[in-house]
């Protein structure tokens, strides 16, 4: 008897098919393993505004997502500056084997930072600034050695700078201010000698200025206003050629400016404002062909206002007021074509208004007012064009 070979029908041949397909389907469109990492990292996320909408693990990758940018299809940056998000920090970010940049600035994003960050190996920018982060700063952080830029401002972060800062040899860019940090700034930060810039006012760190911060040898910009800073301003700064802000405003600082100030060549602004410094300001001021800006005031230095600032040829703002200063104004302050403010109210200045300073152009803001200035006012005045503001009053007794 011969057999018969039985067809399958046609209808169980037609769900087969379907079945190999939806499974060709399912295994095309499956998210990567960094996509699914992102996923998890979002899930600690809180997004009012829906503005990671395009999150989706319907999609192959995530390169086109928001704030998601690659490299050969991996995934290398993640920048979610000012989307509203909140929640707390996920460190699973960090699985990402090519991620280089990260930016949660401007956020809302609350609670520690994660001490598993450290394994972000390859991490050159971690900008978590403007957030409600609230913790100390984790000491295995600091064991990232490729970090070039960290920013951690305007958070609540407390406790002391670790002498473990030293170690991120690669950091060029120091943005920590408007926290809450407190104790001395660590000597180890000497060993960065490829940093640039430093901002870490608004704190309440304490201590004097280690001399070791001359040793930052790249330094552009020093930043530690609004601190509680003592003592005096390290002579050894002047080794900082590159040097061309030094901003130690609000401070507790004493003593005279050293007449060193003089070999910061490159120097732009000089802000010593607010601080008890006392003596004569230095005549090496004078030295500062570059400096653009120079706030002294709100101290309480003595002596005479040196001529040779007249020699500060870049100078647009100058503001020498409430101090102790006496004698003459120097004429030669005449010789700065682009001043645009020169504040020396509340002085024990002497004497006439120089007719000189009707030289000053481009003069927006003139305050002489109480001192014990006598005379006319010069002429010359009237061909200030420029002049929004002059005040020139006597104290009443």
């Avoid at 070791?212 to 700064?237: D, F, K």
Wanted: charge should be neutral.
């Amino acid at each position: 008897m011969a057999r018969h070979r039985t067809t399958p029908p046609v209808q169980n041949r037609f769900h087969y098919f379907l079945l190999v397909l939806c499974c060709c389907l399912v295994f095309v469109a499956s998210l990567n393993e960094e996509g699914n990492f992102l996923l998890e990292f979002r899930r600690s996320l809180i997004d009012p505004g829906n503005n990671l909408a395009s999150w989706s693990a319907m999609d192959l990758t995530p390169c086109n997502w928001t704030g998601i940018s690659c490299n050969d299809s991996k995934v290398t940056s993640i920048n979610l500056h000012g989307l509203n998000l909140s929640g707390t920090l996920s460190s699973r970010f960090c699985q990402l084997p090519q991620l280089t940049s990260l930016n949660l600035s401007k956020n809302f994003i609350s609670g520690p930072i994660s001490e598993n960050l450290a394994y972000c190996r390859h991490l050159e920018i971690l900008d978590l600034c403007t957030n409600r982060f609230h913790d100390q700063l984790p000491t295995k952080l600091f064991k990232l050695a490729p970090l070039k830029v960290l920013y951690l401002c305007e958070n609540y972060i407390y406790g002391e700078i670790p002498d473990e800062i030293g170690s991120l040899t690669s950091l060029k860019e120091l943005v920590i201010y408007s926290n809450n940090l407190t104790g001395a700034i660590p000597r180890s930060i000497s060993k960065l000698k490829r940093l640039q810039f430093i901002r870490a006012g608004h704190n309440f760190l304490s201590g004097s200025i280690p001399p070791e911060m001359s040793e930052c040898e790249s330094l552009e910009l020093l930043g530690l206003a609004q601190n509680r800073l003592e003592g005096p301003i390290p002579v050894e700064l002047q080794r900082l050629k590159h040097l061309n802000n030094l901003i130690l405003w609000q401070n507790l600082l004493t003593g005279e400016i050293p007449p060193e100030i003089g070999n910061f060549s490159s120097l732009e602004m000089l802000a010593l404002h607010d601080n008890s410094f006392t003596g004569s300001p230095p005549k090496e001021l004078g030295k500062l062909n570059k400096l653009k800006r120079l706030y002294i005031y709100t101290n309480q230095l003595n002596g005479t206002i040196p001529q040779e600032l007249g020699n500060c040829t870049s100078a647009v703002e100058i503001d020498l007021s409430e101090n102790h200063l006496t004698g003459f104004i120097p004429k030669e302050l005449a010789h700065i074509p682009n001043l645009r403010l020169l504040h020396l109210f509340e002085n024990l200045l002497q004497g006439s208004i120089p007719k000189e300073l009707g030289q000053l152009k481009q003069l927006r803001n003139l305050d002489l007012s109480i001192n014990n200035l006598t005379g006319t006012i010069p002429l010359g005045f009237q061909s200030l064009t420029f002049l929004e503001d002059f005040t020139a009053f006597r104290q009443s007794s």
